[in-house]
């Protein structure tokens, strides 16, 4: 079975100071988009980007599931974790000190999204950091 990568949408959209608070959706929709043409080689697995707040009319596209947190993203990203990790490896993008202690304990493995954005392309380029 293929890894499950939970991608934090929020955190992962805020870590590159491009605008992305002027059109929270739209952000995340570009971040999908990316996802779905990521490097499978550099990152292979079943993506699921987590999203909240203005982002939750962000739809999922093919390769790559859109679950929109109910509450806080925080939680629904460890649930994520929660309910697969004793079948499939998880792993979880996000730089979120506190999360990635949660989902850690939880039995998942952590990438940064720098690491992330290295296999994905914004714009027709890669990030080198």
């Known amino acids: ?7 934090d949408g929020a955190n992962v959209v805020g870590s590159v100071p491009d605008g992305w608070w002027r ?6 929709a570009r971040l999908r988009d990316a996802l779905a043409d990521r ?7 079943e993506i699921t980007l987590v ?3 203005a982002a939750r009319g962000v739809t999922a596209i093919a390769g790559v599931a859109v679950e929109a947190a109910p509450q806080s993203g925080d939680d629904h ?3 994520l974790v929660r309910d697969n990790v004793s079948h499939r490896t998880v792993v979880v ?3 979120d000190r506190e999360l990635r202690h949660r989902v850690t304990e939880l039995g998942a493995s952590i990438v940064s999204p720098g690491q992330l954005r290295a296999t994905i392309s914004y ?3 890669r ?3």
């Open 1 to 7: 079975m293929e890894p499950l990568i939970v991608v």
């Open 23 to 28: 059109d929270r959706a739209g952000a995340a």
């Open 39 to 45: 490097d499978r080689a550099a990152l292979p697995g």
């Open 51 to 53: 999203v909240e707040g």
């Open 77 to 79: 990203i460890a649930a």
């Open 93 to 95: 993008v996000t730089s």
């Open 123 to 125: 714009g027709g380029r």
């Open 127 to 129: 990030d080198s950091t």
